[in-house]
């Protein structure tokens, strides 16, 4: 600090303390010299080095607060504004498509193979809760999803647990249409986090160490990081970690435009085809 003692009255016009490691007696000093010549001080709190893009300030009386990893939808206003999305699209997408659809692809499943239209799955939801995801079933009654070693069994290419009808309905998403009943029940919303099965979430939370945060939200029927080729099977941690990456780069930086703009490019890989989807 012996260089400001040295500097003349009325050459500074503000001091910012933008010290990532001091003492408090060494920033006590600085707002000392600060006010004896007059000088405002603006402080830059050390958080800064954390892995995390965005923060919030509050007070909590006279005390600042700073949240790590804030997002809009912490705010309730922005989470009923997602909410009130969610409700108007799952009910028109139930009265204007699945209406139709549905019984055709329910017809679809039942001759293609004997078990029961829907597929229901114990996945984590927001919190961690666990919630019942409906889905048509794609595989084969009485499929099981655990290994002969013990642990969960992802669908790969050309599993043959997948029917016929339920390769088509998983190349083309369709599989997951029944999702929009839980969005209207309000236990998932139509854009987030994809939700896992209950024992891939137990399984991988040991081996990622921020796994958590993409349950900060509702999961979604689509994402952003399937959007953007994260989908399908993961058989590397590393695709894993990628996935959980784009999961909280949305969190973070969530927005209304964002899940349109995820919306349509769901659609549009729908269309198309996903080589990641089976």
């Known amino acids: 600090m012996n260089f400001l003692k040295n500097t003349p009255i ?16 060494y920033v006590a000093g600085l707002i000392e010299w600060a006010d004896k010549q007059g000088v405002p001080v603006k402080f830059t709190p ?17 005390y600042p607060l700073v949240t790590v990893r804030s997002t809009l939808l912490d705010l309730n206003y922005w989470q009923g504004v997602k909410r009130a999305f969610d409700a108007v699209f799952s009910i ?26 829907f597929f229901i799955q114990g996945r984590w939801g927001q919190k961690g809760k666990i919630i019942k995801v409906w889905k048509f079933r794609t595989m084969y ?4 999803t655990v290994k002969k070693e013990g642990g969960f069994s992802q669908t790969t290419s050309n599993d043959p647990r997948v029917t016929r009808v339920g390769q088509f309905l998983r190349k083309t998403n369709l599989d997951e249409l029944p999702q929009f009943i839980n969005v209207f029940l ?3 919303s139509v854009v987030g986090p994809r939700p896992h099965a209950t024992k891939h979430s137990e399984e991988t939370l040991p081996l990622i160490d921020n796994y958590m945060i993409r349950h900060r939200v509702k999961p979604g029927i689509t994402g952003w990081a399937q959007v953007n080729g994260y989908r399908g099977e993961t058989h590397e941690i590393g695709l894993m970690r990628k996935r959980v990456e784009y999961d909280i780069w949305y969190i973070e930086n969530w927005s209304l435009l964002l899940d349109i703009q995820v919306i349509f ?14």
């Open 92 to 117: 028109c997408f139930l009265l204007l498509i699945a209406s139709w659809l549905f019984p055709i692809l329910a017809l679809a499943i039942k001759i293609n193979s004997k078990g029961p239209v």
């Open 186 to 188: 309000g236990s998932m």
């Open 46 to 62: 050390g958080f800064f080095q954390l892995n995390a893009s965005r923060y919030s300030f509050e007070l909590f009386g006279q």
């Open 141 to 144: 009654h009485g499929a099981s």
């Open 10 to 25: 009325n050459e500074v016009d503000e001091l910012v303390i933008a010290i990532q490691k001091f003492s408090e007696t």
């Open 265 to 278: 490019k769901t659609v549009y890989n729908m269309m198309k085809g996903e080589p990641q989807a089976y």
